[in-house]
């Protein structure tokens, strides 16, 4: 059973349509006690990071999500719920909550530090994109040909501090984290539940997993 983390900041309606497509069990919850009986969770999100972690705090999924990290059990993150597991964004200077150490940080700011050309691409990224496959890549990934395409929109990019973490990147500019895992987390920078079949395909790795 799949719990859906439903706290007001999050891209909770095409995921739950995603699973409902693929007849998989699920629950979506604004209550985290809702949501301890099931055996993986999908923490989605879309929106500013500070916003997130406010309701986050108030809901208590700040705390159940990292004593579900503790307890072994498998967290996908997509989105904005990709970059919030980690220790702090530079959106709005913000602490997030700590489950992999690294720091997010915007487009702006990284392009300047690269020489990337001023102009050259927009923010946020939005569209598909492919992927190049790193670090022996992720079995959420199983059965998707390396270069599939994928969407994203996104305007901050997520820098852990361990690079073997990241299990695919893409290039918009600089080469942008796509995927990290670390033990039983795994987060999408970009949409599964929007990236048409090739994103279904993750889904139902990570129901099956």
């Given at each position: 059973?799949?719990?859906?983390?439903?706290?007001?900041?999050?891209?909770?309606?095409?995921?739950?349509?995603?699973?409902?497509?693929?007849?998989?069990?699920?629950?979506?919850?604004?209550?985290?006690?809702?949501?301890?009986?099931?055996?993986?969770?999908?923490?989605?999100?879309?929106?500013?990071?500070?916003?997130?972690?406010?309701?986050?705090?108030?809901?208590?999924?700040?705390?159940?999500?990292?004593?579900?990290?503790?307890?072994?059990?498998?967290?996908?993150?997509?989105?904005?719920?990709?970059?919030?597991?980690?220790?702090?964004?530079?959106?709005?200077?913000?602490?997030?909550?700590?489950?992999?150490?690294?720091?997010?940080r915007s487009f702006s700011s990284?392009?300047?530090?690269?020489?990337?050309?001023?102009?050259?691409?927009?923010?946020?990224?939005?569209?598909?994109?492919?992927?190049?496959?790193?670090?022996?890549?992720?079995?959420?990934?199983?059965?998707?040909?390396?270069?599939?395409?994928?969407?994203?929109?996104?305007?901050?990019?997520i820098c852990p501090d361990d690079?073997?973490?990241?299990?695919?990147?893409?290039?918009?500019?600089?080469?942008?984290?796509?995927?990290?895992?670390?033990?039983?987390?795994?987060?999408?920078?970009?949409?599964?539940?929007?990236?048409?079949?090739?994103?279904?395909?993750?889904?139902?790795?990570?129901?099956?997993?």
């Amino acid at each position: 059973m799949v719990g859906i983390i439903d706290y007001n900041a999050g891209n909770v309606t095409s995921v739950e349509r995603a699973l409902a497509y693929l007849d998989a069990p699920y629950i979506m919850s604004k209550e985290p006690e809702k949501l301890m009986n099931c055996d993986r969770l999908l923490f989605p999100g879309v929106g500013e990071a500070a916003y997130a972690m406010e309701q986050l705090k108030k809901t208590g999924f700040d705390l159940f999500i990292k004593e579900w990290v503790k307890s072994g059990k498998k967290l996908m993150g997509i989105c904005l719920g990709s970059q919030i597991i980690f220790d702090w964004s530079e959106e709005g200077d913000t602490p997030c909550l700590g489950l992999i150490p690294g720091k997010i940080r915007s487009f702006s700011s990284l392009w300047k530090e690269a020489g990337v050309k001023e102009g050259l691409y927009k923010s946020p990224q939005i569209g598909y994109n492919d992927l190049t496959y790193l670090n022996g890549s992720s079995s959420l990934l199983s059965g998707i040909p390396e270069h599939s395409d994928f969407y994203f929109v996104h305007s901050y990019v997520i820098c852990p501090d361990d690079k073997s973490v990241i299990k695919a990147v893409t290039d918009y500019g600089i080469q942008v984290p796509a995927c990290v895992e670390k033990d039983n987390i795994t987060a999408f920078q970009f949409h599964p539940e929007k990236s048409g079949e090739k994103g279904l395909q993750i889904l139902r790795n990570f129901v099956k997993e």
